[in-house]
């Protein structure tokens, strides 16, 4: 196997340009997200460190506004899937225009109008992947081994789905610098609309669970580094100086 630029790794805390990634850098860069696990079981101990690099996050005002909960339960994922599933194929009933002709005259302008009001929620990306839940091409949960719950405490000070998403990150880079893979998933939403799983789950108020992340050992290679945008960062230098540089494109 060809050898990765990332196999020769710096020491962690020094710098000098152009220096390989440090093994911290290097789970940042290798992680991707996990879509195929075996069926092997995560030992509690190992979900119980990944946990812990979570409940370490740095949080507004040290608030920690959240709550965990792991789901290992191999009957009752397979039952929040199927559910998901149901209450996708029900909101493609009502947001699908383009099955029939009827659908695409009285339908359209409706889906259209809800997506200029839900832009982020009704984005193509997730619509398109609900399409396919609902249409069951796609698995949602993956038919990964373990799930954690991430609740947002809507208490937490500022903006605590910040603090919840930098809990997440945490959480995935410690497993994937364990072996283990991730993957977020932003379609618990679509399971959280029924209110019998929020009871059934234990969910309420104040808080609120709008993604989770499941957890497995990976099927398959499936690290490298992920192509990302180049992105146009402005540098305010001394005396107000300003110029563009393509971030992503520059050796560092
Ligand atoms: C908040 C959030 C929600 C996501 N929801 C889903 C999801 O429901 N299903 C899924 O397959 N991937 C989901 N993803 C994974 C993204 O698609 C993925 O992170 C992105 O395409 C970049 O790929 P990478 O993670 O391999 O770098 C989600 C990611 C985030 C951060």
New binding site residues.
């Given amino acids: 196997m060809a050898k990765k630029p990332t196999d020769n790794l710096s020491p962690l805390y020094t710098y000098r340009d152009g220096m390989e990634w440090n093994p911290v850098e290097k789970v940042i860069m290798e ?3 996990i ?1 195929n696990f075996k069926k092997e079981p995560v030992p509690d101990n190992l979900i119980r460190r990944v946990l812990e690099a979570g409940r370490f996050a740095p949080t507004a005002a040290n608030a920690q506004p959240w709550k965990f909960i792991v789901v290992k339960d191999q009957a009752l994922i397979a039952e929040m899937e199927r559910a998901t599933v149901r209450i996708s194929k029900f909101l493609m009933w009502f947001v699908d225009y383009n099955r029939n002709a009827f659908r695409r005259i009285f339908l359209a302008p409706y889906t259209k109008f809800m997506t200029r009001l839900m832009p982020n929620k009704l984005h193509p990306v ?1 619509f398109n ?1 609900l399409q396919q839940i609902a249409a069951e091409n796609a698995t ?1 949960y ?1 038919n990964a081994p373990v799930m954690i719950l991430l609740l947002i405490d809507k208490r937490g000070i500022g903006n605590p789905a910040l603090d919840a ?1 930098i809990c997440g990150q945490n959480i995935v880079l410690a497993a994937h610098s364990l072996g283990l893979g991730t ?6 939403t679509v399971l959280m609309m029924n209110p019998f799983w929020r009871r059934k789950l234990g969910i309420k108020s104040p808080y609120e669970l709008t ?1 989770c992340i499941v957890l497995g050992w990976p099927k398959g290679d499936y690290d490298g580094e ?1 192509t990302r945008e180049v992105q146009l960062v402005e540098w305010i230098e001394t005396n107000g100086v300003k110029r563009i540089e393509r971030q992503g494109d520059v050796i560092c």
């Fill in positions: 992680r991707r997200s879509r997730p992947l949602v993956y998403g993957c977020w998933i932003g379609m618990m993604d992920v």
